[in-house]
């Protein structure tokens, strides 16, 4: 049985989720930002009540359903860049969104406080945006 606060909880996701669209306009040298933004301000909305991060996106059987709809968002955000030539096409959205959907829900297993959310924020939209491949043979 889903809840009044799951309701909740996957409404302001949406919410929020959709908000972080990426306009085709943005300069190119606010794209890293941009995707660092977007992980740190759902770090935090996950850091908001633990217990029902806990229950809403980490544990069954709410947290699959949830991590699904995240995934789903994230995956309309980056194909809405992908058609505007802001992110590369030969990887799928959906598969770009499973991933994002990961690295959060790795990262929302413990909270952490304002500065590690922000410093692990900035890590993750490098790793997502540039990969870690140094370049070097």
Known sequence: MVD????????????????????????ENQV??????????????????EMLTQRAFLQAPHGSETQTLLSQLIAENLAYSQQNGLFRDDISADLLGQCFTGMLAQLAQTAGDPASRHQNSVACAKLF??????GEA
């Open 4 to 27: 009044d606060s799951l309701i909740l909880f996957r409404e302001r996701l949406t919410a929020l989720t959709r908000s972080l669209q990426i306009s085709p306009q943005v300069a």
């Open 32 to 49: 890293l930002d941009r995707m660092a933004l977007s992980f740190r301000k759902l770090l935090n909305f996950l850091a908001e009540d």
């Open 129 to 134: 945006c540039q990969g870690i491949w140094s």
